[in-house]
């Protein structure tokens, strides 16, 4: 089974709009750890944010904020007034407390910003 | 700020042959990481490696894969006998906690990649 699970492959928008992109998840520990990275076409790897399993605060920064529900397993990432530049792959993880190190990747979601 | 590099950023090798990819992770970071990306594909852990020993492998990291730590700065990835299906990109990490104390859960953080070709 996923450990992390993002459904929308490809979105696209229009400059200005808003865009969520969802990321379910999965996993029997209690502490656990959530990710969003960013990979531009360039192909890196840019770390945008790291929630732990204890705090459910919504996250805000800039035009970037996250929706993390513990009751849903979901960790949503919201995009306000997009922008050409966000256009990249989007990739939630998951790190669980118990079992090790190791990033669990979502499949990732292709945002498409069109001028 | 400090970054994750690796060299090279493009390997183009012919199957059977070894290659081996060289990470610097970020210099007070203690947990170094190498995960890989097939083409349009999500990103799969390989190996973990701390205090200079594997602490976590995937089913991936098979007899042909091996990592080491030659000195205090570099980290690298074997493959010795390079199939097709090894294409792909590869990615380094490395993480701590600012204290220097690497727990579960730090954010990692990932070089530019290896983008490796096998013919």
């Known amino acids: 089974a996923q450990k992390v699970t993002q459904a929308q492959t490809e979105i696209s928008v229009v400059e200005k709009e808003d865009v969520t992109l969802d990321c379910v998840y999965e996993t029997r520990d209690t502490t656990y750890y959530l990710f969003w990275y960013k990979q531009p076409p360039s192909g890196e790897l840019v770390f945008l944010i790291r929630?732990?399993?204890?705090?459910?605060q919504n996250e805000i920064s800039g035009r970037y904020s996250w929706n993390f529900q513990k009751s849903t397993s979901s960790f949503n990432f919201t995009i306000t007034a997009s922008q050409v530049v966000d256009s990249a792959v989007y990739f939630c993880a998951l790190s669980e407390g118990q079992t090790g190190n190791q990033f669990y990747f979502g499949t990732g979601t292709s945002l498409t910003v069109i001028p | 700020e400090p970054e994750v590099t690796q060299t090279p950023s493009h390997q183009v090798t012919q199957m059977g042959q070894e290659v081996i990819l060289r990470c610097v992770p970020i210099s007070n970071h203690l947990y170094f990481y190498w995960y890989r990306q097939i083409l349009g594909q999500k990103v799969e852990f390989l190996v973990s490696f701390y205090n200079n020993e594997i602490s976590e492998k995937s089913e991936i990291f098979d007899d042909q894969f091996s990592v080491e730590r030659p000195d205090g700065s570099n980290f690298t990835l074997k493959i010795r006998s390079t199939k097709l299906e090894d294409s792909a990109m590869y990615f380094c990490a490395s993480s701590t906690f600012p204290s220097g104390r690497a727990v579960k859960g730090d954010t990692q953080y990932f070089g530019p990649g290896t983008r490796l070709t096998v013919l």
């Open positions: 929630r732990n399993s204890f705090d459910e």
